[in-house]
T-cell receptor
Framework: AQKVTQAQTEISVVEKEDVTLDCVYE???????LFWYKQPPSGELVFLIR??????QNEISGRYSWNFQKSTSSFNFTITASQVVDSAVYFC?????????????FGQGTELSVKP | EAGVTQFPSHSVIEKGQTVTLRCDPI?????LYWYRRVMGKEIKFLLH????????ESGMPNNRFLAERTGGTYSTLKVQPAELEDSGVYFC????????????FGEGSRLTVL
């Protein structure tokens, strides 16, 4: 069965610092997707990124970047030059397998607090 | 385009009472999901509708929970009778494609059972 571990429960940084959120997952599948979602104070979960297990290239989107390493089963998320608006809970999530894309398994989440 | 909307945003009820949560998905999204996060635990999948049909309800905790999606549009999740351990945040999400995993979530309905 799939399992996700986000070891960092809470992280607090000062604005403009870089911060990396860790995600380690377990799966028996050979092909799968991985996701990151953000939950700002308003409560809704916001989709950030989806990566296919075939593609191990790092991805950068503005201040966000993702490092996917299949060999270590990690899918880490880095925010560069953090801002107060980045304060949120971030969830790593793989689907349970068999391409059940909507049935996500969420980690416990990492609460990021960016202070001015 | 309107996002996923949920109602009520917060409900406080007594143990043994009934509560009905409503979700309006994004127009045109056939897939509708319910998730919940109870205190201190992970967000857990409850069930998945494809149009009006229940595709997967493996996450429903027990028969006190009843989800419906009449006409394949909005969905309701009824808890009857509510228990203390049902307290948490109930999220609804919708998507156009199942395979992508890109779900659009609502802001959640917080349920407090006293």
């Amino acid at each position: 069965a799939q399992k996700v571990t986000q070891a960092q429960t809470e992280i607090s940084v000062v604005e403009k610092e870089d911060v990396t959120l860790d995600c380690v997952y377990e799966t028996r599948d050979t092909t799968y997707y991985l996701f990151w979602y953000k939950q700002p104070p308003s409560g809704e979960l916001v989709f950030l990124i989806r990566r296919n297990s075939f593609d191990e290239q790092n991805e950068i989107s503005g201040r966000y970047s993702w490092n996917f390493q299949k060999s270590t089963s990690s899918f880490n998320f880095t925010i560069t030059a953090s801002q107060v608006v980045d304060s949120a809970v971030y969830f790593c999530a793989p689907p349970p397998g068999d391409n059940q894309g909507g049935k996500l398994i969420f980690g416990q989440g990492t609460e990021l607090s960016v202070k001015p | 385009e309107a996002g996923v909307t949920q109602f009520p945003s917060h409900s406080v009820i007594e143990k043994g009472q009934t509560v009905t949560l409503r979700c309006d998905p994004i127009s045109g999204h056939d897939n509708l999901y319910w998730y919940r996060r109870v205190m201190g635990k992970e967000i857990k999948f409850l069930l998945h509708f494809v149009k009006e049909s229940k595709q997967d309800e493996s996450g429903m905790p027990n028969n006190r929970f009843l989800a419906e999606r009449t006409g394949g549009t909005y969905s309701t999740l009824k808890v009857q009778p509510a228990e203390l351990e049902d307290s948490g945040v109930y999220f609804c999400a919708s998507s156009h494609w199942v395979e992508t995993g890109e779900l659009f979530f609502g802001e959640g309905s917080r349920l407090t059972v006293l």
